[in-house]
């Protein structure tokens, strides 16, 4: 199976930067083809933030963190990062990372199903 465990997460200032970190494991860890950062603010829905497809490197973003956030990935360490910048108030939510092990359109935030527990991001002022 396959497991992600998220990381970097705190509180941070308006303005701000974070790197979070999600590492794969598992016997499966080396087959992901997506792998996807999401976020949940108390009271709301989840939200996608950005994708990366494992074979190319393509990425895609969310308007809400475009030019602000970007998804990386190490694939000699079976991790791919997420590093946001100018982060705002409203980027206060509990990140997680999720992996997919087909391919595709990797910009199907319904599709993933492999999910880490989450890393708390609080940005104030």
């Known amino acids: 199976d396959l497991q992600v465990v998220e990381s970097g997460g705190g509180s941070v200032q308006i303005g701000g930067s974070l790197r979070l970190s999600c590492a794969a494991s598992?016997?499966?860890?080396?087959?992901?083809?997506?792998m996807a950062w999401f976020r949940q603010a108390p009271g709301k829905e989840r939200e996608g933030l950005a994708v990366i497809y494992r074979g190319s490197g393509s990425t895609y973003y969310a308007d809400s963190v475009k030019g602000r956030f970007t998804i990386s990935q190490d694939n000699a360490e079976n991790t791919v990062y997420l590093q946001m910048n100018s982060l705002k108030p409203e980027d206060t939510a509990m990140y997680y990372c999720?992996?997919?092990?087909?391919?595709?359109?990797?910009?199907?935030?319904?599709?993933?199903?492999?999910w880490g527990q989450g890393t708390q991001v609080t940005v104030s002022s």
């Open positions: 598992g016997y499966a860890y080396y087959n992901w083809k997506c």
């Open positions: 999720a992996a997919r092990m087909y391919g595709g359109n990797c910009g199907v935030w319904e599709t993933y199903n492999y």
